[in-house]
């Protein structure tokens, strides 16, 4: 991971925690930096601002944008207005990601013996080089193994540390297939062998693959809907899991008919 640097920049939105507020505005903990800086009352909203604290309030952590930056007098002007709702989510987002690598590699570090510094000039700036984002190349190697950053030029020891952790601590995103079953059977017990058909796909069902759900739509149509790590094991579940719902009516003297959902 490269080094951060000592000072933001102007634009750059940053994660802050509100110190103190006063009638002109409130000073913050620039968290990222360990700088403090200042929210004018000005800056908090474009309407009006009657009580500052309608806004913001002390121990609260929240987005802000850098409008200047004085290094020599250790000045950092913020702003709340110019914000936008996706900027604040996405800067949210990307914080969090950070600290969860940081943690990771912090962990990975303690198994090996290697200070947290040691960890990222060895392994955090080939990751970020190689993936373009640390915690996406945890995910990677959380689903691939460790062997996805010993092509990337880290040690083995160490990807295989970054590796046990990260399968331990990273959640995976997961895809969502689906489709729709159309299932019938005239026989006298044609309710039971349509529900025991249903049943049957959750017998292909793994946890390497995905998790598999079945529900009523309204019959004679079903849905199922796969959950996986990727598309390809969704698909190839959900593929699995259709056709052994068609075979099992189709031997119990039933019929049905399968349908990708887009």
Same mark, same amino acid.
């Given at each position: 991971?490269?080094?951060?640097?000592?000072?933001?920049?102007?634009?750059?939105?940053? $994660?802050?925690?509100?110190?103190?507020? *006063?009638?002109?505005?409130?000073?913050?903990?620039?968290?990222?930096?360990?700088?403090?800086?200042?929210?004018?009352?000005?800056?908090?909203?474009?309407?009006?601002?009657?009580?500052?604290?309608?806004?913001?309030?002390?121990?609260?952590? *929240?987005?802000?944008?850098?409008?200047?930056?004085?290094?020599?007098?250790?000045?950092?002007?913020?702003?709340?207005?110019?914000?936008?709702? %996706?900027?604040? #989510?996405?800067?949210?987002?990307?914080?969090?990601?950070?600290?969860?690598?940081?943690?990771?590699?912090?962990?990975?570090?303690?198994?090996?013996?290697?200070?947290?510094?040691? $960890?990222?000039?060895?392994?955090?700036?080939?990751?970020?080089?190689?993936?373009?984002?640390?915690?996406?190349?945890?995910?990677?190697?959380?689903?691939?193994?460790?062997?996805?950053?010993?092509?990337?030029?880290?040690?083995?020891? #160490?990807?295989?540390?970054?590796?046990?952790?990260?399968?331990?601590?990273?959640?995976?995103?997961?895809?969502?297939?689906?489709?729709?079953?159309?299932?019938?059977?005239?026989?006298? +017990?044609?309710?039971?062998? #349509?529900?025991?058909?249903?049943?049957?796909?959750?017998?292909?069902?793994?946890?390497?693959?995905? +998790?598999? %759900?079945?529900?009523?739509?309204?019959?004679?149509?079903?849905?199922?809907?796969?959950?996986?790590?990727?598309?390809?094991?969704?698909?190839?579940?959900?593929?699995?899991?259709?056709?052994?719902?068609?075979?099992?009516?189709?031997?119990?003297?039933?019929?049905?008919?399968?349908?990708?959902?887009?």
């Amino acid at each position: 991971m490269s080094k951060k640097p000592e000072w933001p920049e102007p634009g750059d939105l940053v $994660i802050v925690t509100v110190n103190r507020i *006063t009638d002109y505005g409130a000073y913050v903990t620039l968290d990222e930096f360990g700088k403090e800086g200042l929210l004018h009352v000005s800056e908090v909203s474009s309407s009006w601002v009657r009580n500052i604290r309608d806004f913001v309030r002390e121990g609260q952590k *929240t987005v802000l944008k850098v409008l200047r930056v004085d290094e020599e007098k250790g000045h950092v002007d913020l702003s709340l207005r110019r914000v936008t709702k %996706r900027e604040r #989510i996405e800067k949210v987002m990307s914080w969090k990601r950070g600290r969860k690598a940081e943690a990771i590699m912090r962990s990975a570090g303690e198994k090996l013996g290697l200070p947290l510094e040691e $960890i990222y000039s060895k392994a955090g700036v080939l990751i970020e080089k190689a993936f373009g984002d640390v915690y996406e190349g945890l995910e990677k190697v959380a689903r691939e193994g460790a062997a996805v950053f010993v092509n990337a030029g880290v040690p083995r020891e #160490i990807a295989e540390a970054l590796e046990s952790v990260a399968r331990e601590k990273v959640r995976l995103p997961m895809v969502r297939v689906k489709g729709t079953l159309e299932l019938q059977c005239a026989k006298p +017990n044609g309710v039971r062998c #349509i529900r025991e058909a249903l049943l049957s796909a959750k017998k292909v069902e793994d946890a390497n693959e995905g +998790n598999i %759900r079945v529900f009523v739509t309204a019959p004679p149509k079903y849905s199922i809907v796969v959950a996986a790590e990727d598309y390809k094991k969704a698909e190839k579940t959900l593929q699995k899991a259709s056709e052994n719902v068609i075979k099992t009516i189709t031997k119990a003297g039933g019929q049905g008919v399968f349908k990708r959902e887009k």
